[in-house]
């Protein structure tokens, strides 16, 4: 490794401090990031910092706050996925290989903006190597929700309903029915739990959760985690105790108690905040969660206000509302699925997209539309949160939440987010690449009458004869040339693996 220039990080102390060579040195970029990627994972009780000699100044100092607590973050994209707006990386040359330039759109730094120029190596030792990993980092350090969170939560059917044995019967429904098994880990309780105040400031639950301890105990014996709701404002969105001018009591209290989730709903916080101070009100709770040192995962619920997807990741989310709520009726899930079109380069390990819970099971839909339903959020790579009550599920609502090759798509390894590959009036193909080199796709007719969907192998990078899996059916259909095209009922969809 090259000689050490720690000029921008001599305030820092206790620190392990690593320098990368200049390109001179002759080591490839992506040996160098594999290096020290495994460093800071040997290493995970130090901070560490990798300080590019053009760094200096204030653009350094704001490339560092961005970084410094997302490293398996960046790590990702700088094996191959994207560089952030407003940067060219142009890699050293492999022998035998000529230079590559990739553009791509990962973060938004508006707000905090980086040099507006082009970067080669040469002059920036690259912005892969301007990576420091605090031990106040979040969630995406701490390894939570490395796929999209799978579980359930009480809000869609229970809403202000809801108590501590609604809760337990949950847990063993989960625990005991085969939904365990196929993934799904969170119990989480939304609104209405809270009570009232002590005269310290700490939140108490109110009567429906007379031992909040013992609650989270049980779920956590069920070999399951759980997960609870705030506001940032005074009050939450069905008028309980919001965490408002508590931010740090209620983190301190919700780790106690060993909750691992934390939605947390903006609502009234838009009486006491402007918009434009989203970013720094969510991440003053996520530093709250973050010097408890409990790992958990933070769910930004604000409906996509402010583009949250462009910063949800830079406040410390594991996942955000990239919508208003759901209904359990097909016309709302269905423009707040395929709207998510567009969103995927801000979904990946850690941080994903969220266009809100399952309803999968709570009646308004028929088998069709809740099969486009679980069919359209695995492709998107969604936490899948059911929404119903498990304790009286019908054995098809069940096997439609438990199908694991299903599932297996949207838990897939690669992390990234389906999208729409081809559109002809209400007759939709979106796929989703996977990790084994398959490709997930799902045919759709938004329509209200049955028609035929057809996939155009072309339109998916594959030339020539493919062979095709229906996920549902658990069925090879066998090899096909170009094309694969499959009849499709009003409202319905079928979900099949191209490989």
């Given at each position: 490794?090259?000689q050490?220039?720690?000029?921008?990080?001599?305030?820092l102390?206790?620190?392990?401090?690593?320098?990368?060579?200049?390109i001179?040195?002759?080591?490839?970029?992506?040996?160098?990031?594999?290096?020290v990627?495994?460093?800071?994972k040997?290493?995970?009780n130090?901070?560490?910092?990798?300080?590019?000699?053009?760094?200096?100044?204030e653009?350094?100092d704001?490339?560092?706050?961005?970084?410094?607590?997302?490293?398996?973050?960046?790590?990702?994209?700088?094996?191959?996925?994207?560089?952030?707006?407003?940067?060219?990386?142009?890699?050293?040359?492999?022998?035998?290989?000529?230079?590559?330039?990739?553009?791509?759109?990962?973060?938004?730094?508006?707000?905090?903006?980086?040099?507006?120029?082009?970067?080669?190596?040469k002059?920036?030792?690259?912005?892969?190597f301007?990576?420091?990993a605090?031990?106040?980092?979040?969630?995406?350090?701490?390894?939570?929700?490395?796929?999209?969170?799978?579980?359930?939560?009480?809000?869609?059917?229970?809403?202000?309903k809801?108590?501590?044995?609604?809760?337990?019967?949950?847990?063993?429904?989960?625990?005991?029915?085969?939904?365990?098994?196929?993934?799904?880990?969170?119990?989480?309780?939304?609104?209405c739990?809270?009570?009232?105040?002590?005269?310290?400031?700490?939140?108490?639950?109110?009567?429906?959760?007379?031992?909040?301890?013992?609650?989270?105990?049980?779920?956590?014996?069920?070999?399951?985690?759980?997960?609870?709701?705030?506001?940032?404002?005074?009050?939450?969105?069905?008028?309980?105790?919001?965490?408002?001018?508590?931010?740090?009591?209620?983190?301190?209290?919700?780790?106690?108690?060993?909750?691992?989730?934390?939605?947390?709903d903006?609502?009234?916080?838009?009486?006491?905040?402007?918009?434009?101070?989203?970013?720094e009100?969510?991440?003053?709770?996520?530093?709250a969660?973050?010097?408890?040192g409990?790992?958990?995962?933070?769910?930004?619920?604000?409906?996509?206000?402010?583009?949250?997807?462009?910063?949800?990741?830079?406040?410390?989310?594991?996942?955000?509302?990239?919508?208003?709520d759901?209904?359990?009726?097909?016309?709302r899930?269905?423009?707040?699925?395929?709207?998510?079109?567009?969103?995927?380069?801000f979904?990946g390990p850690?941080?994903?997209n969220?266009?809100?819970?399952l309803?999968?099971?709570?009646g308004?839909?028929?088998?069709?539309?809740?099969?486009?339903?679980?069919?359209?959020?695995?492709?998107?790579?969604?936490?899948l949160?059911?929404?119903?009550?498990?304790?009286?599920?019908?054995?098809?609502?069940?096997?439609?939440?438990?199908?694991?090759?299903?599932i297996?798509?949207?838990?897939?390894?690669?992390?990234?987010?389906?999208?729409?590959?081809?559109q002809?009036?209400?007759?939709?193909?979106?796929?989703?690449p996977?990790?084994?080199g398959?490709?997930?796709?799902?045919?759709?007719?938004?329509?209200?009458?049955?028609?035929?969907?057809?996939?155009?192998?072309?339109?998916i990078?594959?030339?020539?004869?493919a062979?095709?899996?229906?996920?549902?059916?658990?069925?090879?259909?066998?090899?096909?040339?170009?094309s694969?095209?499959?009849?499709?009922?009003?409202?319905?969809?079928?979900?099949?693996?191209?490989?």
């Amino acid at each position: 490794m090259g000689q050490s220039n720690v000029t921008m990080a001599d305030h820092l102390k206790g620190h392990l401090l690593v320098e990368h060579g200049d390109i001179d040195d002759n080591v490839h970029p992506v040996e160098s990031l594999r290096l020290v990627d495994a460093l800071m994972k040997a290493n995970k009780n130090f901070d560490m910092l990798l300080v590019p000699n053009m760094f200096h100044g204030e653009s350094g100092d704001h490339a560092l706050y961005l970084v410094r607590r997302r490293w398996d973050y960046f790590v990702q994209y700088l094996l191959g996925v994207t560089p952030p707006k407003n940067f060219e990386i142009k890699e050293d040359r492999p022998p035998g290989r000529s230079p590559r330039r990739r553009r791509g759109y990962l973060l938004d730094f508006t707000e905090r903006n980086l040099p507006r120029r082009a970067c080669t190596m040469k002059t920036f030792t690259l912005f892969v190597f301007l990576i420091a990993a605090s031990l106040e980092a979040g969630a995406v350090d701490s390894g939570v929700a490395m796929t999209p969170p799978m579980g359930w939560n009480s809000w869609n059917h229970f809403a202000c309903k809801v108590t501590a044995d609604d809760v337990r019967s949950a847990a063993d429904a989960i625990a005991s029915n085969g939904m365990k098994d196929a993934g799904y880990t969170y119990v989480n309780i939304d609104d209405c739990w809270q009570g009232t105040r002590d005269e310290q400031g700490r939140i108490r639950p109110n009567q429906k959760f007379p031992d909040m301890k013992a609650l989270v105990d049980y779920v956590h014996a069920k070999g399951l985690k759980i997960g609870i709701y705030s506001s940032p404002g005074p009050k939450t969105c069905a008028g309980y105790e919001g965490s408002y001018g508590h931010e740090e009591q209620d983190a301190q209290q919700y780790t106690g108690w060993g909750f691992d989730y934390l939605k947390y709903d903006w609502c009234s916080a838009e009486k006491i905040y402007q918009r434009s101070q989203m970013q720094e009100v969510y991440n003053k709770m996520h530093d709250a969660l973050a010097r408890t040192g409990r790992p958990i995962v933070f769910s930004l619920c604000q409906y996509g206000y402010a583009r949250v997807w462009q910063w949800g990741v830079a406040v410390g989310g594991n996942l955000w509302r990239t919508t208003e709520d759901i209904s359990d009726h097909f016309d709302r899930m269905s423009v707040i699925g395929f709207d998510q079109d567009g969103l995927e380069s801000f979904a990946g390990p850690g941080h994903w997209n969220d266009p809100d819970m399952l309803e999968v099971g709570n009646g308004g839909m028929n088998h069709d539309e809740y099969t486009t339903h679980m069919s359209l959020w695995v492709l998107l790579a969604a936490p899948l949160l059911a929404g119903n009550d498990l304790s009286k599920m019908t054995p098809e609502t069940l096997d439609l939440l438990t199908n694991k090759e299903v599932i297996a798509v949207d838990q897939d390894a690669k992390g990234v987010q389906g999208r729409r590959v081809a559109q002809e009036g209400p007759l939709e193909v979106w796929a989703k690449p996977l990790a084994d080199g398959g490709i997930a796709v799902g045919l759709f007719n938004r329509g209200e009458s049955g028609n035929p969907v057809t996939i155009r192998f072309k339109d998916i990078g594959i030339e020539g004869s493919a062979k095709v899996r229906n996920l549902w059916m658990h069925k090879d259909l066998g090899s096909f040339h170009g094309s694969y095209t499959a009849e499709m009922p009003r409202h319905g969809a079928v979900l099949i693996k191209i490989q």
